[in-house]
């Protein structure tokens, strides 16, 4: 296909201006513009052609989604899900994210961005953007899409489902793609630097203060989960442990052996992956080398530490980014694969539209649909760890502006494929089936028979047998009570992929190879985190001193990542010396934090974009705001104050002092709601902020300048700006 780029007609660039210093910056002295071939063709496919094309994208999309909203009785096929998600993330990406990028934000292809300007070969590398969209996706990619569609399937497929779709669409890739492009017209400003510029400096410190807080909780939380999901798991700790000799390979092969070839960088690093797949099951059956990957808990823990110092603190290019890369193929390859293990097989989604549970009385979390379905799926929808990502260290990686927009809304679009597949993984099990599996013994009862009566009596039928034996086929114990969302959707993807490769002889190896994606998937978000989390504390201790704030200081590296991973790692050994209290306690709040944060991303965008002079178009991240506040703030309202002691901190915690109960626990449910409280407060005073400096500029009584970097002429070469 031709190489499509926009020429602006009868136009000059606006070289050598400071447009963040403009009111109104105009990108080009004119606005009129037409899109031509590289090779001078005309466009190979006539309009009218393509506007059928788009209509019939529509028509299909619209379709799919009345079917699963309106569709009750018999049991749905799993491809209508598919189809009305690709089909909407088609249409968004086609026409909002070209709306976004021509109207609101003007991206241009001729400015230099900051991997250009600042370059030093170590944060700041122009990079090839589909090495930069593995390593973005691989980032933002955690837990999130995996674990939550997964647990808020208990109030059926149908709510979960709707949110993926519209919350990614109109709010989770608008957060990340604006963000992105801000910090890349910031120098690679991470998100409390830009709240502190933009906002405020009140703003400012009070983002700082919660956002380093939430990244604390949220790396600590998603460390836990790589703990559990490695410990005892020979196969699953050596790929894991194998793709880091295999990403510094991949590094050191596209910058020193034969730097720029990206496709035989990408082959190799396939193949190796590959080869550390079924190295690992081979590991897992020989006795001598199982015992050495059969890792405690507490060693996962210490090794995990040191992987984030390390990954942390050695050059973007050694370790971070190509091993992102190479995460992104198994991730997306096993996405790609239960896609089209779904497109074959068609199962029907046992679980129903809408189960009894939308009440708020389900035994997997307690709560009604609104809000806690909303926190529940964060990642997938809209997350604000995400904007972390976008403001840290993908915008140091950024070739050229244009790029921001696949990066960005693309990757996001990704995610949200994730999660729909997690949402069809759980929805494939029978409901019965499922619910034993998230359900606490604390609701269902310890014993087997126990645990099947109760969930027959909620109306989904199951027998302890039917549980042994599915138990036996994927290699386990038990399945009864394995909360958390991954063994059940380990289960599911299992049953797919048995199904249609290799039949159910293979299903244990597949329950294994997907609890090791989704240990892959978790472990991405620990690297870029604490990468960000370093940059963010580098950005204020530069105030402070500056040497500090030199991001290829290494004295300066080596002290950020220090603190950094010594704040969350306290918490992970907390959580696993104490496995009923510490960090376990705090995942609760994960969700919350997590909109939390895309609460205060989106505060950052919408005051950016009215003191750029785009007020007009402010609904953008406005209407997404407002609905992010609403939900956070009820639910955040809800987990502190409720009467119901499964809900509210408070009411457990007198619960639990009215019966004598553990000290320890009473203590973790007063900390989960002074953590809550203190973080609504901040967020709540950062919205204020925002709102009244959006009032002074709207109102004229504030001049409308943005701190951007000044304008730069790209020096890179036009071919490489495809």
């Not at 799926?377 to 809209?382: E, F, L």
Request: hydrophobic share 55%.
């Amino acid at each position: 296909m031709p190489l499509v780029v926009n020429d602006f007609a009868n136009s000059t660039p606006t070289a050598g201006v400071g447009v963040g210093e403009l009111a109104n910056p105009p990108l080009f002295r004119h606005n009129t513009c037409r899109t031509t071939l590289v090779n001078g063709s005309s466009d190979p496919m006539p309009k009218i052609a393509r506007y059928l094309l788009w209509i019939a994208v529509s028509l299909l999309g619209a379709f799919a989604l009345a079917t699963i909203a309106l569709h009750r009785g018999e049991q749905i096929n799993a491809l209508w899900l598919v189809v009305a998600a690709v089909s909407t993330y088609a249409v968004g990406y086609r026409f909002y994210s070209s709306f976004i990028s021509a109207k609101l934000l003007a991206l241009d292809p001729l400015r230099a961005t900051p991997a250009e300007r600042l370059d030093n070969g170590r944060d700041f590398v122009p990079t090839n953007k589909w090495v930069v969209f593995g390593h973005h996706f691989a980032a933002i990619a955690g837990p999130g899409p995996l674990v939550g569609p997964v647990l808020a399937a208990q109030f059926g497929y149908l709510p979960g489902t709707l949110w993926i779709i519209a919350g990614a669409v109109l709010g989770g890739c608008v957060q990340d793609f604006i963000i992105l492009l801000f910090s890349v017209r910031r120098d690679g400003k991470s998100l409390t630097e830009m709240a502190k510029s933009e906002i405020g400096p009140v703003g400012g410190v009070v983002a700082y203060v919660a956002v380093l807080s939430i990244i604390v909780i949220l790396l600590a939380v998603t460390a836990l989960i790589v703990v559990n999901a490695l410990k005892s798991s020979p196969w699953g700790a050596f790929t894991i442990a194998m793709t880091m000799p295999i990403a510094v390979l991949m590094g050191l092969y596209l910058r020193r052996i034969r730097p720029g070839k990206v496709l035989e960088t990408s082959l190799l690093g396939f193949v190796l992956v590959i080869a550390a797949i079924f190295g690992g099951q081979w590991v897992s059956e020989t006795p001598s080398w199982a015992a050495v990957f059969t890792l405690t808990a507490p060693t996962l823990a210490i090794l995990i530490i040191l992987y984030g110092f390390a990954a942390s603190a050695l050059p973007v290019w050694l370790l971070l980014a190509p091993r992102d890369y190479l995460s992104t193929f198994v991730k997306l390859g096993t996405i790609s694969l239960l896609a089209l293990g779904i497109v074959a097989l068609r199962p029907s989604l046992h679980m129903p539209p809408l189960t009894r549970f939308a009440d708020g009385t389900g035994p997997v979390f307690a709560g009604k649909i609104f809000p806690f379905a909303f926190i529940t799926i964060a990642c997938g929808a809209i997350s604000g760890f995400h904007s972390l990502i976008s403001s840290g260290t993908t915008p140091k990686l950024i070739r050229h502006e244009t790029e921001t927009r696949m990066v960005g809304y693309g990757g996001m679009l990704a995610e949200s494929l994730v999660a729909i597949m997690a949402m069809i993984a759980a929805s494939v099990l029978q409901p019965g089936v499922y619910f034993a599996i998230n359900s606490p013994a604390g609701i269902v009862g310890q014993a087997p028979e126990a645990a099947a009566a109760t969930i027959s009596s909620w109306g989904f039928s199951l027998a302890a047998s039917q549980m042994a034996t599915l138990a036996h086929a994927v290699g386990e114990q038990t399945l009864f009570n394995r909360t958390g969302g991954a063994p059940a959707f380990a289960v599911g993807m299992a049953q797919i992929f048995s199904n249609t490769l290799g039949g159910q002889a293979v299903m244990a190896l597949w329950y294994h190879f997907a609890i090791m994606f989704e240990a892959l998937f978790i472990l991405t978000i620990l690297d870029a985190g604490t990468r960000v989390g370093r940059f963010m504390l580098q950005d204020a201790l530069g105030h402070i001193w500056k040497p500090l704030g030199r991001t290829s200081w290494y004295p300066s590296i080596f002290l950020t990542s220090a603190v950094i991973v010594a704040a969350w790692g306290n918490f992970l050994w907390q959580g696993i010396k104490d496995p009923l209290g510490g960090i376990n306690s705090l995942w609760p709040l994960f969700g919350i934090c997590n909109q939390l944060l895309a609460t205060v991303a989106l505060c950052v965008a919408t005051t950016i974009i009215v003191k750029m002079g785009r007020a007009r178009f402010i609904a953008v991240t406005l209407i997404p705001l407002c609905w992010l506040v609403t939900v956070t703030f009820t639910a955040s309202w809800h987990k502190i104050f409720d009467p119901n002691p499964r809900l509210g901190f408070l009411t457990h915690a007198r619960q639990l002092v009215a019966a004598g109960g553990n000290p320890r626990l009473i203590f973790n449910d007063r900390l989960d709601a002074a953590v809550t409280g203190v973080l609504v407060v901040m967020v709540a005073m950062i919205i204020i902020e925002s709102s009244l400096e959006c009032v002074r500029v709207i109102s004229g009584s504030k001049t409308a300048t943005t701190k951007e970097a000044p304008f730069v002429m790209t020096k890179l070469a036009a071919g490489e700006q495809a």
